[in-house]
């Protein structure tokens, strides 16, 4: 399945990683255990001003199953179980909330040579609908999804995009929020030896004639080491400074200046994760 297209939810997916991925402006820990069972374990720690949230994760997985199960600050257990290869080239995912007993739900992913087909229902007398589909080749896709609430008897999002990949760029044009805004994005890998990439995000909205772009770059200093940046037109100046001080294990440092807001001191956030 390598020249499959990518699942509509990827289209964009790359250039948006790239100027939103690993910024933290909080205090963040996590530490992440892996057995040799198959049982994984991760604690998570957030601190934001005040407020300190986290969640237990416990992942197992044993042949084509994964069961997934979290724990936040607020005793809720969220549960998902993975089938893989339920039919061929078709995946099934089960999820649920407890104490919610409304917020079951299956996903069924299905992967053809030429098409991406992911669907969702909510699994309660009034569900929520979900489809997306793209068409194509690895290289070149099209596709669209759809969302539809059974309760109101409307629908809750229609989108549609293109994507472009090459293998030193990357583009994607979408038609969101229900046909009011159109989406291009654009990313760039400059050099495979110094890892330089660059991508940007420009977003147009119909009813406003209202215009948004934001800009960023990554560059690998050596095989350890990542330094981000970001602008956009807002005002706002971000950096990311990411170093692997252990194997796989990541220390990121994140800073965001408002040019706008000159009385306001500049957002800083530290994150740190451990797989020992």
Same mark, same amino acid.
């Given at each position: 399945?390598?020249?499959?297209? &990518?699942?509509? #939810?990827? !289209? +964009?997916?790359?250039?948006?990683? *790239? =100027?939103?991925?690993?910024?933290?402006?909080?205090? %963040?820990?996590?530490?992440?255990?892996?057995?040799?069972?198959?049982?994984?374990?991760?604690?998570?720690?957030?601190?934001?001003?005040?407020?300190?949230?986290?969640?237990?994760?416990?992942?197992?997985?044993?042949?084509?199953?994964?069961?997934?199960?979290?724990?936040?600050?607020?005793?809720?257990?969220?549960?998902?179980?993975?089938?893989?290869?339920?039919?061929?080239?078709?995946?099934?995912?089960?999820?649920?909330?407890?104490?919610?007993?409304?917020?079951?739900?299956?996903?069924?992913?299905?992967?053809?040579?030429?098409? &991406?087909?992911? #669907?969702? !229902? +909510?699994?309660?007398?009034?569900? *929520? =609908?979900?489809?997306?589909?793209?068409?194509?080749? %690895?290289?070149?896709?099209?596709?669209?999804?759809?969302?539809?609430?059974?309760?109101?008897?409307?629908?809750?999002?229609?989108?549609?995009?293109?994507?472009?990949?090459?293998?030193?760029?990357?583009?994607?044009?979408?038609?969101?929020?229900?046909?009011?805004?159109?989406?291009?994005?654009?990313?760039?890998?400059?050099?495979?030896?110094?890892?330089?990439?660059?991508?940007?995000?420009?977003?147009?909205?119909?009813?406003?004639?209202?215009?948004?772009?934001?800009?960023?770059?990554?560059?690998?200093?050596?095989?350890?080491?990542?330094?981000?940046?970001?602008?956009?037109?807002?005002?706002?100046?971000?950096?990311?400074?990411?170093?692997?001080?252990?194997? %796989?294990?990541?220390?990121?440092?994140?800073?965001?200046?408002?040019?706008?807001?000159?009385?306001?001191?500049?957002?800083?956030?530290?994150?740190?994760?451990?797989?020992?």
């Amino acid at each position: 399945m390598g020249s499959s297209p &990518a699942p509509f #939810s990827d !289209i +964009g997916k790359k250039a948006k990683d *790239l =100027l939103t991925k690993d910024y933290n402006f909080d205090q %963040k820990f996590s530490l992440s255990v892996i057995g040799s069972t198959g049982l994984g374990l991760t604690a998570t720690g957030l601190k934001r001003d005040q407020i300190f949230i986290g969640d237990i994760n416990t992942l197992y997985k044993s042949g084509n199953t994964t069961v997934d199960v979290k724990i936040d600050t607020y005793s809720n257990v969220i549960t998902k179980v993975t089938v893989s290869d339920v039919l061929p080239s078709t995946k099934a995912a089960f999820s649920f909330k407890i104490p919610d007993n409304k917020s079951g739900k299956l996903d069924v992913h299905y992967l053809h040579p030429h098409a &991406a087909i992911d #669907s969702s !229902i +909510g699994l309660n007398p009034n569900p *929520l =609908l979900e489809l997306s589909a793209t068409i194509g080749t %690895k290289e070149l896709s099209l596709g669209g999804e759809v969302g539809f609430d059974t309760a109101s008897a409307s629908f809750t999002k229609y989108n549609a995009g293109i994507s472009l990949n090459k293998p030193d760029f990357t583009a994607a044009v979408l038609l969101t929020d229900k046909g009011q805004a159109l989406k291009a994005s654009y990313i760039h890998y400059v050099g495979s030896t110094n890892g330089t990439t660059i991508a940007a995000e420009l977003i147009h909205r119909f009813s406003s004639y209202q215009n948004n772009f934001t800009f960023g770059s990554s560059h690998a200093v050596d095989h350890l080491t990542v330094v981000k940046t970001r602008f956009s037109d807002d005002g706002k100046v971000a950096t990311l400074f990411q170093r692997e001080w252990r194997p %796989k294990s990541l220390v990121t440092f994140s800073a965001e200046y408002d040019s706008k807001a000159i009385n306001t001191a500049p957002k800083l956030g530290l994150a740190l994760a451990l797989k020992p």
